[in-house]
């Protein structure tokens, strides 16, 4: 028996036939109380319609409010909170402009965790404001000091930044937010992971007393609600996490594999993962710089366009792995979890955890690259023997159901059935596929990094966190620009190494005396080296 509610049929439609009932309207940011240049703006670049997490923000945020926000990566809180912001300041090409009394002060503060974040946040904000003229200055470390001085001189309705930076300029008195009357922490929990709210309080206390704040958090551990204790009043919890439980929040459209690998095997079993078919954008994640910047080599010397980003890489190579990235000049990205953090790149079909994630939180963020806006992803992760209990407790929070990954070889035939790979596929690609520009092809944008790593600037000493002005200048692990110190103390490299995942190597101090023909000089004092 057919079902008659979707079966066509030729009947007529009798006069007094009910219709059907219409569906709802679609809401718009029309339908909001938000400036028509900002929704003409939207309108342009293809925004029309708000996410969940904006539908629900928006009504609270325009009406001053403060707000709570729990919402992933990826859900589309950036114009959930910069739409309110863009609404609120007062523009040069607003009618008031010429009587506002606060012209080129800072009127709007967002403070997120990495570079990354702060870039894609304030390239958002840009193009949302583009028709109202908001000046929008995005302040972090890395860069050179003075074009973002001057950027301040000139004048900005927003401020968009790391900790770091914004603490360094603002105590330099370059970075004015006592008239900040709208305040937004994106990603606090990565903050908190990070060490930086002793710093966002500060800036906190320089902003405006009456001032509405935004806290935007995936996770709410204690000194995140304590920090909003403190500094929000009665504020409104938005909770947009979709319909899975607050630890279980692997993307339902990415299909996870497991397996046992040996680490003489990796990156042969990784060379052959790399050649399957349909395989698009990739992201591989790896918990050390080192071992980011030797797959990444690996991967070169073996035909593949990739690139890699981490604490080690100056601003300038970090920006230009991610450019190119994005812009389909390489397709694999190489990455440790801190650099990682806040990249948020479209159609990335494979992920790959060359080395086992720390724990269930970063193994959701990691997977979470791909299987994005309605598309289909793949994750595999490497486990070393030495990580099984490790990943045991990582499958145990997560209730993956895989407490024992199959021992895989690149050889074996269950990964090439998994994956998907052509029946003969090698360790390298062949050159007839070779056809991406590669990292070089992608320019080096002279960012006129100091070079400084620690000492000067709270930026410097972070590494591959907020700051890190310079560091290496090593793409993968050939020199990049010349960002590099020359002079690292011991304990310099075991701060930047134990941030990054790499074991930190105690300082170590050898006395020598000083000898003449083998033997001790008269009045040869030890000196230390």
């Not at 012209?103 to 304030?122: C, S």
């Not at 709208?182 to 966002?200: K, Q, S, T």
Request: aromatic letters at 4%.
């Amino acid at each position: 028996m057919t079902n008659p509610t979707t079966e066509p049929t030729d009947l007529p439609v009798e006069d007094d036939a009910s219709p059907a009932t219409p569906p709802a309207p679609e809401l718009t940011f029309a339908d909001f109380d938000v400036h028509p240049d900002i929704v003409a703006s939207l309108a342009d670049i293809g925004i029309v319609h708000p996410f969940p997490i904006q539908a629900m923000t928006l009504p609270v945020a325009l009406g001053g409010h403060d707000i709570i926000g729990q919402a992933k990566t990826g859900t589309g809180k950036t114009l959930g909170f910069g739409i309110p912001m863009l609404n609120r300041v007062v523009s040069p090409t607003d009618e008031g402009w010429a009587t506002f009394r606060h012209q080129g002060k800072p009127q709007a503060l967002a403070v997120a965790p990495t570079r990354e974040l702060a870039v894609q946040v304030a390239a958002d904000l840009e193009r949302a404001g583009r028709k109202r003229g908001v000046r929008i200055a995005t302040i972090y470390g890395g860069r050179a000091f003075e074009p973002q001085v001057e950027q301040l001189q000139r004048g900005v309705e927003v401020v968009v930044g790391t900790p770091g930076r914004l603490l360094d300029l603002a105590k330099q008195g370059h970075l004015d937010l006592s008239h900040a009357s709208i305040v937004v922490l994106d990603e606090a929990d990565e903050m908190l992971d990070l060490g930086f709210l002793p710093d966002v309080e500060k800036l906190l206390a320089q902003t405006a007393p009456t001032r509405q704040m935004m806290l935007f958090s995936a996770t709410m551990p204690g000194a995140v609600v304590a920090l909003a204790r403190r500094y929000m009043g009665q504020p409104t919890h938005i909770r947009a996490m979709g319909d899975e439980t607050e630890n279980k929040h692997t993307v339902k459209a990415t299909t996870q594999y497991v397996y046992r690998a040996h680490a003489l095997d990796k990156v042969e079993m990784l060379a052959r993962i790399l050649q399957a078919r349909d395989r698009g954008l990739t992201i591989i994640f790896s918990r050390t710089k080192r071992t980011a910047a030797k797959v990444a080599d690996e991967l070169i010397d073996r035909g593949f366009a990739a690139g890699a980003i981490h604490g080690d890489l100056g601003q300038g190579a970090r920006e230009q792995a991610l450019r190119a990235f994005r812009n389909g000049k390489i397709d694999i990205l190489v990455a440790t979890d801190v650099a990682a953090r806040g990249i948020d790149v479209e159609n990335v079909t494979h992920v790959v955890n060359y080395q086992c994630p720390e724990d269930e939180k970063t193994y959701v963020h990691r997977i979470g690259r791909t299987g994005r806006a309605g598309h289909t992803g793949t994750a595999v992760t490497f486990v070393d023997w030495d990580d099984s209990p490790r990943w045991g407790l990582i499958n145990k929070m997560l209730d993956l159901g895989i407490p024992e990954p199959i021992e895989t070889y690149s050889s074996s035939p269950h990964l090439f059935t998994d994956l998907d790979i052509p029946e003969g596929t090698k360790g390298r690609l062949p050159r007839d596929q070779r056809t991406r520009a590669g990292l070089a092809a992608e320019e080096l944008e002279d960012l006129g990094e100091t070079g400084q790593r620690a000492g000067k600037g709270r930026d410097g000493g972070r590494g591959g966190r907020d700051g890190g002005r310079g560091g290496r200048g090593r793409s993968g692990g050939s020199r990049s620009e010349g960002g590099r110190s020359q002079a690292r103390s011991d304990s310099e490299r075991s701060t930047d190494a134990g941030r990054d995942g790499d074991t930190p190597r105690p300082a170590r101090s050898r006395s020598r005396r000083r000898t003449r023909g083998g033997r001790p000089a008269e009045g040869g004092a030890p000196s230390t080296e």
